[in-house]
């Protein structure tokens, strides 16, 4: 096994820190929202005093820029502008950057008219900030564009990372070197020639590197090998790529957009942009959930210590994130505290369950305490529901892809809660179906899935179904 340090090495010999471009896209996500907002005041500032004599109300000017600057972003993440290749795209053709923000004032605009809130806001200084705001941009792009240009010169940004997986015969033909974009940071090489078993050699190392890019690079005539290694790498939160063989790497790249030669295989779940509409909206429905179901909270808290001895939240490990652990929050609904290999799942008519505890599990108020996992960044609002370990040890091997449920943070509510499919699992036809409704919802992610999710488990009739 070999890895090959793509970053580069600071002015002392040693690798230096790396910064990802998640972070670095939420850096500048941010950087124009802010760019957004200042304009807005100043534009408003001064259109005001040209205009009435007066710098008018700076709340206001402050709240109509925080609303272009939040469609902007939500504007810009859905057309895949935080993407680094379509970043990098926009800092050189400025008219792409110009589209997003049309867009975002006739979004801005649509919404006032509907809303009869257009005539709180001057149409001359709306004027000003969609011809201020668009110039201020350009010189933010270009600065934010020079300062990822001297991060990779100097090593020190890893947007990806890549894991070859193959035999030495093939890896040898591959012709790996950094491209221009989303270049890996690291490739590990693992050989599995003469390996006793290579997918789980395979599936070790990608637990280590956590690779966004998996390339098999075995022959297409061992069919077999590449089904093994497919299906032991796919519970993984990576795309996994088939290498070409010689005679067909000039066509390498021809069929999709891949930041590396070869085939897909399988997608990645979620792409950039995509992870960070998500996690945005992650922290702005938990955070809004906690602050307005505050005095819920404490009232039940208050019903737990009342009805029965205990700690009024109960934790339990369970399997997360590309097959992590953690500890999961729930309000105590039973008078046992069962964890690990003694768990058991609750049943119609469990004499386990509370006097309160049977109304907190027949309204899910048992599961709000998550909302302190979502803000950790443990779990996600809507996602597969995390399985207590001893119940994915159950059926990890005997339902095929049960654990690529785990390439997305879990979620206090899911597509297949929302369709019935939760409580006990007693019979392995019961989890086939909930893994099912995992395994569409993984395929078929999108931000108004989620928003649709997350309004079935308020009003549908079968997010209740099932609770005891």
Same mark, same amino acid.
């Given at each position: 096994?070999?890895?090959?340090?793509?970053?580069?090495?600071?002015?002392?010999?040693?690798?230096?820190?790396?910064?990802?471009?998640?972070? *670095?896209?939420?850096?500048?996500?941010?950087?124009?929202?802010?760019?957004?907002?200042?304009?807005?005041?100043?534009?408003?500032?001064?259109?005001?005093? =040209?205009?009435?004599?007066?710098?008018?109300?700076?709340?206001?000017?402050?709240?109509?820029?925080?609303?272009?600057?939040?469609?902007?972003?939500?504007?810009?993440?859905?057309?895949?502008?935080?993407?680094?290749?379509?970043?990098?795209?926009?800092?050189?053709?400025?008219?792409? #950057?110009?589209?997003?923000?049309?867009?975002?004032?006739?979004?801005?605009?649509?919404?006032?008219?509907? /809303?009869?809130?257009?005539?709180?806001?001057?149409?001359?200084?709306?004027?000003?900030?969609?011809? =201020?705001?668009?110039?201020?941009?350009?010189?933010?792009? *270009?600065?934010?564009?020079?300062?990822?240009?001297?991060?990779?010169?100097?090593?020190?940004?890893?947007?990806?990372? #890549?894991?070859?997986?193959?035999?030495?015969?093939?890896?040898?033909?591959?012709?790996?070197?950094?491209?221009?974009?989303?270049?890996?940071?690291?490739?590990?090489?693992?050989?599995?020639? @003469?390996?006793?078993?290579?997918?789980?050699?395979?599936?070790?190392?990608?637990?280590?590197?956590?690779?966004?890019?998996?390339?098999?690079?075995?022959?297409?005539?061992?069919?077999? /090998?590449?089904?093994?290694?497919?299906?032991?790498?796919?519970?993984?939160?990576?795309?996994?790529?088939?290498?070409?063989?010689?005679?067909?790497?000039?066509?390498?790249?021809?069929?999709?957009?891949?930041?590396?030669?070869?085939?897909? /295989?399988?997608?990645?779940?979620?792409?950039?942009?995509?992870?960070?509409?998500?996690?945005?909206?992650?922290?702005?429905?938990?955070?809004? =959930?906690?602050?307005?179901?505050?005095?819920?909270?404490?009232?039940?808290? /208050?019903?737990?210590?009342?009805?029965?001895? @205990?700690?009024?939240?109960?934790?339990?490990?369970?399997?997360?994130?590309n097959q992590s652990t953690f500890r999961v929050f729930k309000f105590r609904?039973?008078?046992?505290?069962?964890?690990?290999?003694?768990?058991?799942?609750?049943?119609?008519?469990?004499?386990?369950?509370?006097?309160?505890?049977?109304?907190?599990?027949?309204?899910?108020?048992?599961?709000?305490?998550?909302?302190?996992?979502?803000?950790? @960044?443990?779990?996600?609002?809507?996602?597969? !529901?995390?399985?207590?370990?001893? #119940?994915?040890?159950?059926?990890?091997?005997?339902? =095929?892809?049960?654990?690529?449920?785990?390439?997305?943070?879990?979620?206090?509510?899911?597509?297949?809660?929302?369709?019935?499919?939760?409580?006990?699992?007693?019979?392995?036809?019961?989890?086939?179906? !909930?893994?099912?409704?995992?395994?569409?919802?993984?395929?078929?992610?999108?931000?108004?899935?989620?928003?649709?999710?997350?309004?079935?488990?308020?009003?549908?009739?079968?997010?209740?179904?099932?609770?005891?």
């Amino acid at each position: 096994m070999t890895s090959i340090d793509l970053a580069g090495t600071d002015e002392t010999g040693r690798a230096g820190r790396t910064v990802t471009w998640p972070v *670095l896209a939420f850096v500048t996500a941010m950087l124009d929202a802010g760019a957004i907002v200042a304009t807005a005041l100043i534009a408003g500032h001064i259109y005001y005093r =040209a205009a009435f004599g007066s710098a008018g109300s700076m709340a206001g000017h402050l709240g109509w820029g925080a609303t272009f600057a939040i469609v902007f972003v939500l504007v810009a993440s859905f057309r895949g502008d935080y993407g680094l290749q379509a970043y990098l795209r926009a800092a050189r053709r400025p008219g792409h #950057l110009w589209v997003s923000w049309t867009i975002t004032f006739a979004a801005v605009l649509t919404l006032m008219f509907l /809303l009869k809130s257009s005539v709180d806001i001057s149409r001359g200084a709306t004027v000003v900030l969609y011809a =201020a705001g668009f110039i201020a941009f350009l010189p933010l792009r *270009l600065l934010t564009g020079h300062v990822v240009a001297r991060l990779r010169a100097s090593g020190r940004f890893a947007p990806r990372r #890549l894991l070859v997986v193959g035999r030495r015969a093939t890896i040898a033909v591959q012709r790996l070197r950094p491209r221009d974009g989303e270049l890996p940071a690291v490739t590990e090489i693992v050989e599995i020639d @003469g390996a006793a078993d290579p997918a789980t050699l395979a599936l070790d190392a990608a637990r280590r590197l956590q690779p966004d890019d998996i390339l098999i690079a075995v022959p297409w005539s061992d069919m077999e /090998l590449i089904e093994a290694l497919t299906d032991a790498l796919v519970v993984t939160p990576a795309a996994i790529r088939l290498a070409p063989e010689r005679g067909l790497r000039r066509y390498a790249g021809l069929s999709d957009d891949n930041q590396e030669p070869g085939f897909l /295989l399988v997608r990645a779940p979620l792409g950039t942009s995509e992870v960070f509409i998500k996690r945005g909206m992650d922290l702005v429905v938990a955070s809004l =959930a906690l602050v307005v179901l505050a005095p819920v909270l404490a009232l039940v808290a /208050l019903l737990i210590k009342l009805d029965s001895a @205990g700690p009024v939240l109960f934790r339990q490990t369970r399997h997360g994130f590309n097959q992590s652990t953690f500890r999961v929050f729930k309000f105590r609904s039973m008078s046992v505290m069962e964890d690990g290999a003694a768990f058991t799942q609750a049943r119609r008519g469990d004499t386990r369950v509370t006097r309160v505890g049977y109304w907190l599990r027949r309204t899910n108020i048992d599961e709000l305490p998550q909302i302190l996992n979502v803000l950790t @960044g443990d779990m996600s609002i809507v996602g597969p !529901r995390p399985h207590p370990v001893a #119940l994915n040890d159950a059926f990890d091997s005997r339902i =095929a892809h049960y654990s690529r449920r785990h390439v997305v943070r879990p979620g206090i509510t899911g597509w297949a809660q929302v369709h019935g499919l939760r409580g006990e699992t007693d019979t392995e036809e019961k989890m086939r179906a !909930r893994v099912a409704y995992d395994l569409a919802y993984l395929k078929n992610w999108s931000f108004w899935l989620d928003c649709r999710i997350i309004l079935m488990t308020l009003v549908s009739r079968a997010s209740y179904r099932n609770a005891f």
